[in-house]
């Protein structure tokens, strides 16, 4: 769980590059989710997670930024853990805008259209808050 936590932490704590993100407060909070799909999930499936991730959930007016994607194929460490399909860090100002976007019309939407294809059993959710 521990190296889950530092590869959340220091991707969340990197200055965002896209021109779409908003600014984070200096008090920001990390959402970090890894998830791993059903077996039976179709390939394409993976992909249209992603561009939802982006399409969808960055809408959220709580959300500040959104970074999602598979994990690496080359391996910086032997810790390094590959066992997900997809990891996402929503990040929001605090714990009022966590449950902004969890109550969102687009988080549910989101969560309705792809939920059935996650592995709940493999859910990984993690939330921290930036240190200061």
């Not at 590869?7 to 704590?13: D, E, I």
């Amino acid at each position: 769980m521990y190296r889950y936590l530092t590869l959340a932490a220091v991707l969340a704590c990197t200055t965002p590059t896209l021109a779409e993100d908003k600014p984070v407060s200096a008090g920001g909070l990390a959402h970090v989710v890894f998830f791993k799909m059903k077996a039976d999930t179709p390939a394409a499936a993976v992909d249209e997670v992603i561009a939802d991730c982006k399409k969808i959930l960055a809408k959220i007016p709580a959300v500040r930024s959104v970074k999602v994607g598979r994990p690496t194929k080359e391996k910086a460490e032997k810790f390094v853990k590959d066992d997900y399909d997809v990891a996402l860090i929503v990040m929001v100002d605090d714990y009022k805008g966590l449950l902004a976007y969890h109550k969102d019309p687009l988080h549910l939407k989101f969560v309705e259209k792809h939920g059935k294809l996650f592995d709940l059993d493999t859910l990984r959710v993690f939330d921290f808050i930036q240190a200061k």
